[in-house]
């Protein structure tokens, strides 16, 4: 039992370590087990291009239900599987799945659309990642160009010339990259010259009840003009609201995603409405 010759603040600290320690371990035996057991699931949100009124794509998110604590959001355990060495497990399971049911979907509807896959800056590291990036695709059989990486901004705070190597070579499979929460992640915008880019994936916090007059706006016209001047493309994520996506329609953003066309579906629910999803919407008259 606790002790006070370190002075009760010590020993509690300690105490409350342990507890955390062992849930810890709780947590990572059981994520072990949901991945060889095929307990998480990746899930679609579909993408539409604003100037097509189609749908473009759509991003894959991975769910976790677990019997005893229920939903665990990716918020809470992917930063947990990057400090216990998990997440390249994830990420490459994540890849497959994705390349796997994009396959799928161009086979039977052929329609050219891609499906994007969020990449931990620890997996994007490992020396054999684009080897095994190539592998997939292989195995799949899906074309490179069917396939985006999204990579957060903040996976781009210590650029390192093996990193734009990285990049540059999966540029080289054919393969898009995107850079996803982008504008809350570094201070400096010179990586967006050193690194092939793509897309932009305007974050969240900046598209959350956009209305006219308010600071987000400037923001966001800001952002979809430097992106353009640089030949990238960008997405609007997070879009709830009419007010919202009318604001993004006026300042010519290429692409959205949220909750005001869907949520996250699960397989079976995006393939019933994928061809409902691909008819011309819309919504240019809001
Ligand atoms: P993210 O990549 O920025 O994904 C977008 C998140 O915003 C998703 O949350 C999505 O469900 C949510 N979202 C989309 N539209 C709206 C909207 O209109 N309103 C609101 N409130 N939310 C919206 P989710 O699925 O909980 O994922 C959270 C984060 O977890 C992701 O952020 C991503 O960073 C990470 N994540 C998810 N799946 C994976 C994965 O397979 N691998 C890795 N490395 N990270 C993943
Ligand atoms: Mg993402
Ligand atoms: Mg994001
Ligand atoms: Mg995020």
């Known amino acids: ?117 969020n990449i931990s800056p620890i997996h ?36 390192t010339e093996q990193l734009i190597e990285t990049f540059n070579q999966i540029k080289d499979l054919g393969v898009m990259i995107a850079i996803d929460d982008f504008g809350t992640g570094y201070s400096s915008l010179s990586y967006l010259k050193k690194f092939p880019i793509d897309i932009l994936k305007i974050d969240q916090s900046f598209i959350r009840g956009l209305k006219p007059g308010l600071s987000d706006v400037a923001m966001v016209t800001a952002i979809i003009k430097l992106a353009h001047a640089l030949n990238m493309l960008v997405v609007a994520e997070g879009v709830e609201t009419k007010e919202e996506l009318s604001i993004i329609l006026d300042n010519n953003c290429d692409f959205v995603q949220g909750f005001y066309f869907s949520k996250p579906l699960s397989t079976e629910e995006f393939s019933a409405r994928l061809q409902d999803f691909h008819l011309p919407k819309i919504w240019g008259n809001l």
């Open 1 to 117: 039992e606790a002790k006070k010759e370190k002075g009760s603040g010590y020993v509690q600290y300690e105490h409350s370590m342990n507890i955390a320690h062992d849930q810890l371990l709780i947590l990572e035996t059981k994520l072990r087990y949901a991945i060889k057991q095929n307990q998480i699931e990746l899930y679609y949100q579909p993408k539409f291009d604003l100037k097509t009124n189609r749908l473009m794509g759509m991003e894959g998110l991975i769910r976790w239900y677990d019997a005893d604590y229920g939903f665990i959001s990716p918020e809470k355990f992917i930063p947990f599987a990057e400090e216990c060495g998990l997440i390249s497990v994830i990420g490459e399971w994540a890849l497959k799945r994705a390349c796997t049911q994009m396959k799928m979907w161009l086979d039977e509807f052929g329609i050219d659309i891609r499906v994007s896959v």
């Open 124 to 159: 994007l590291k490992e020396r054999t990642f684009v080897q095994r990036l190539h592998g997939v695709l292989q195995e799949t059989g899906l074309p490179a160009k069917n396939l985006e990486l999204e990579i957060t901004e903040m996976s781009l705070m210590h650029q």
